[in-house]
Nanobody
Framework: QVQLVESGGGLVQAGGSLRLSCAAS????????MGWYRQDTGKQRELVAS???????NSADSVKGRFTISRDNAKNTVHLQMNSLKLEDTAAYYC??????????????WGQGTQVTVSS
């Protein structure tokens, strides 16, 4: 199967920066869209940013100009550079990857989540 390993969450003061990373491994033939979602307590999970294999990106208006998503196709990894963090960015962040397996199945895979907490 396919596994996602996330890293980089933590506690940071408002105005600070964090970099999240997500590495996919397992029975991977190819990867399409990679993205990051977030979910705060009592709220719905929302898209933060996504990036297609050709590098085209999409991001939420609330993070435009502050967060940058990037990927390394050779390493099956996706990164989220988060700058100028705000209190409202506090949430659990989840990596999401569209995978074509070696068996030619299509999977939508989620990471286990990494907590980002922004303090005042």
């Amino acid at each position: 199967q396919v596994q996602l390993v996330e890293s980089g969450g933590g506690l940071v003061q408002a105005g600070g920066s964090l970099r999240l990373s997500c590495a996919a491994s397992g029975s991977i033939f190819g990867i399409s869209t990679m993205g990051w979602y977030r979910q705060d307590t009592g709220k719905q999970r929302e898209l933060v940013a996504s990036i297609d294999r050709d590098g085209s990106t999409n991001s939420a208006d609330s993070v435009k100009g502050r967060f940058t998503i990037s990927r390394d196709n050779a390493k099956n990894t996706v990164h989220l550079q988060m700058n100028s963090l705000k209190l409202e960015d506090t949430a659990a962040y989840y990596c999401n990857v569209g995978v074509i397996t070696t068996a030619r199945s299509i999977l939508n895979v989620w990471g286990q989540g990494t907590q980002v907490t922004v303090s005042s």
